[in-house]
């Protein structure tokens, strides 16, 4: 089985940073986008970023400018740096990503199991 495991989560000020990780592990053959959704709550989960595999990021609205996606393909990881973080960033931050499993198997979704963002002062 694939499993994501997050890291890095917690409480910081406005205008903090933090810096998340995401690593895959398991029977992972190939490893396609990965992302980063969010859910504030009382509101829906929404994309924040992603990754194709050759390296390319897309960035939602709300957070261009302020968050960097990368990717280890080596290590089987993503990592998202949150700068100049705002109360609105409050959330649970999941990762995702697009997985084959073994030699042609179809590519299936995964998810991670959220960490959890805070940023108050």
């Known amino acids: 089985q694939v499993q994501l495991v997050e890291s890095g989560g917690g409480l910081v000020q406005p205008g903090g940073s933090l810096r998340l990780s995401c690593a895959a592990s398991?029977?992972?053959?190939?490893?396609?986008?990965m992302g980063w959704y969010r859910q504030a709550p009382g509101k829906q989960r929404e994309y924040a970023a992603f990754i194709t595999n050759s390296g390319s990021p897309v960035y939602a609205n709300s957070v261009k400018g302020r968050f960097t996606i990368s990717r280890d393909n080596a290590k089987n990881t993503v990592y998202l740096q949150m700068n100049n973080l705002k109360p609105e960033d409050t959330g649970v931050y999941y990762c995702?990503?697009?997985?084959?499993?073994?030699?042609?198997?179809?590519?299936?979704?995964?998810w991670g199991q959220g960490t959890q963002v805070t940023v108050s002062s």
């Open positions: 398991g029977s992972v053959f190939s490893i396609k986008t």
């Open positions: 995702a990503a697009e997985i084959q499993y073994g030699p042609e198997t179809p590519v299936s979704n995964y």
